[in-house]
Every structure is written in structure tokens, then in C-alpha cells.
Nanobody, 116 residues
Framework: QVQLVESGGGLVQTGGSLRLSCAAS????????MGWYRQAPGKQRELVAD???????NYADSVKGRFTISRDNAKNTVYLQMNSLKPEDTAVYYC??????????WGQGTQVTVSS
């Protein structure tokens, strides 16, 4: 069964930190590009960061220098370390897996709320 399960969301104050995890099953994790997206109320889903199978990373300008994406292929898990959180980071965060030529796979999402 193909599944991505996010965890680690929650409520944090401005300036705080959270670490999101996404555990994958049923996919060839080691060759997948893994990404974190977010969707705030009334807004479109946007890319936060992604990491290729080779470890190359890409970040949205709004999170550069504050967020770090990483992966552990032995654990089939991708992480998003979020520091210096701001109220505008409040959103549902989704994990995504992509292999060229195959459908994108999405997790169910985890809520991150940053209070001012």
C-alpha cells in the first residue's frame, strides 16, 4: 500500500521551531524526489522545499535560511526542520513523492499554526 504519513505539526509561538516528518511506504523511496508543500486558508498549495534522490535541495524564497529539508533513505523518511517560524507560515503542510513518469503521491497533511 502506497502511503505517506506526516507528523510533527502543532501550535508554536512566533520564533519557535518545529520538525515535520513524513514516513513513506509502498514506494521506492530512494529514487523519489520528496517535497513539502503547504496550503493556507484561501490560498493555493505552494512548494516549500524539495529534495532529490541525490540530495539536491530547493527552497521557496520565503523559507530560505529558516527551513531545512533532509531525508533518511534507510528509514524511508523525509524531514522539514522549521526554525524562526512566523505567523505567515501557518498552513497545512503536505508531504509529496514524485518519480518521473508516475503520479504524484500526497500525504494527508499536518497542521502548523504559528501564534503571534
Amino acid at each position: 500500500q502506497v502511503q505517506l504519513v506526516e507528523s510533527g505539526g502543532g501550535l508554536v509561538q512566533t520564533g519557535g521551531s518545529l520538525r515535520l516528518s513524513c514516513a513513506a511506504s509502498g514506494i521506492i523511496f530512494s529514487i523519489s524526489t520528496m517535497g513539502w508543500y503547504r496550503q493556507a486558508p484561501g490560498k493555493q498549495r505552494e512548494l516549500v522545499a524539495d529534495i532529490t534522490s541525490g540530495g539536491s535541495t530547493n527552497y521557496a524564497d520565503s523559507v530560505k535560511g529558516r527551513f531545512t529539508i533532509s531525508r533518511d533513505n534507510a528509514k524511508n523518511t523525509v524531514y522539514l526542520q522549521m526554525n524562526s517560524l512566523k505567523p505567515e507560515d501557518t498552513a497545512v503542510y503536505y508531504c509529496e513523492s514524485y518519480i518521473s513518469g508516475f503520479p504524484h503521491i500526497w500525504g494527508q497533511g499536518t497542521q502548523v499554526t504559528v501564534s503571534s
